[in-house]
Each structure stands twice: as C-alpha cells, then as structure tokens.
C-alpha cells in the first residue's frame, strides 16, 4: 500500500518543483522601465575664505560656493590653508593643516598642527596669518572671536610679535578687496 503512494507523491513532488521558478527565467513582457528616482537637489551655500595679497600688504576676501553641509568653520580654514599652499608665493608653513575649530559662546579655538610653529618669522607673517584666519571665522554669524591653539595646546607666542594666548576680534583694517 505504500508503494502506490510513493509513486504519485514523488512525481507530484517532481512537478511541483520543475513549475517553480519559471517565472524568475521569463524575461517580463511589455513592462515599462521604473522611473528613475528623484535625487534631492543639494543646497549651496557661500564660503568666504581670506588670502594673503600678492604683495603680502593686506588680505583679499574669496568666495566660494560649497555644499551647505560643507560650510563650516573647518572647511573654510581648510580652504583658506589650501588656496595659500596654491598660490604663487605661499606664506604659510608646508604642511599645516587645521586639526579642529571648536566654537562656544561667541569664540573660535582654532587647532593647527604643530607646523603653524615653523611660520615665517616677522610681524608681518605673524600678523597675517591672525588677520586671515580671524577674518575667515569671524564670517560665521555665530564667531565674534579666536584663539589659537596648536595641536590641542593653547599657544602664548609664534614668532615674538603677538601675545597668541589672547583671543582675537575681528580686524578689517587690513581687508582689500583688490
């Protein structure tokens, strides 16, 4: 008696098996593609970085249009680092890069790597370099003032000139649009 069932379950089993899976090989007929879908569009927004001026006098506002995500405090000292190391005659010092910018209260602490300390010597180099990058921070609504840091340390002097442990206003005395 089991043998009769053996049978007639092995081959409906067979069949069941052979019919599934066919439609995964048919190719669909007459279908339309889907439609693509949409990619929100990114915001802008712009980014004003300061340069050192050709004859290192004054300083020169740029600006940039980034993605709004990209507008921070960071990105434009990263900018501002990038456009000197681009130029013809950089000023700032070969490698230096912005570890963080971390702003409380009204103030920027801006963490340089331990290469801002290889800046050129004299005033000039000293204060330039206070002039772009509090100019460049204080773009920011939210940013009244700096302080320097370099690799997470408050620093009390670069070359002689400045007293760095103070924090910086900003200064458009310099600023020159040409």
């Known amino acids: 008696m089991k043998k009769i069932w053996i049978a007639p379950a092995i ?18 007929e007459n279908v339309p ?10 915001k802008n ?13 004054h300083i020169v506002p740029v600006t940039k249009s980034v993605i709004a ?8 000292v990263e900018e501002m680092i ?20 971390y702003v409380e ?17 004299g005033s000039t180099s000293e204060n330039l370099l206070i002039a772009i990058t509090v100019n460049t921070l204080t773009e920011f609504a939210n940013i009244k003032k700096v302080k320097f840091f370099v690799e997470g340390s408050p620093i009390n002097s670069l ?7 103070q924090e910086f206003v900003r200064d458009t005395s310099l600023i020159s649009d040409k």
């Open 45 to 57: 927004a712009k980014l004003t970085y300061y340069k050192v001026s050709s004859d290192a006098s």
């Open 33 to 42: 593609p889907k439609a693509q879908e949409e990619i929100p569009a990114q």
């Open 82 to 101: 990038r456009f000197d190391r681009n130029s013809k005659y950089p000023f700032l010092p070969e490698g230096l890069s912005v570890k963080s910018v």
């Open 159 to 165: 070359t002689g000139h400045n007293d760095m442990s």
């Open 105 to 121: 209260d009204g103030t920027a602490i801006v963490n340089f790597s331990k290469e801002l300390k290889n800046i050129q010597k």
């Open 69 to 76: 995500s990209d507008a921070t405090p960071k990105t434009a």
């Open 11 to 28: 081959s409906l089993l067979v069949l069941t098996l052979c019919g599934c899976g066919t439609d995964i090989l048919q190719k669909p």
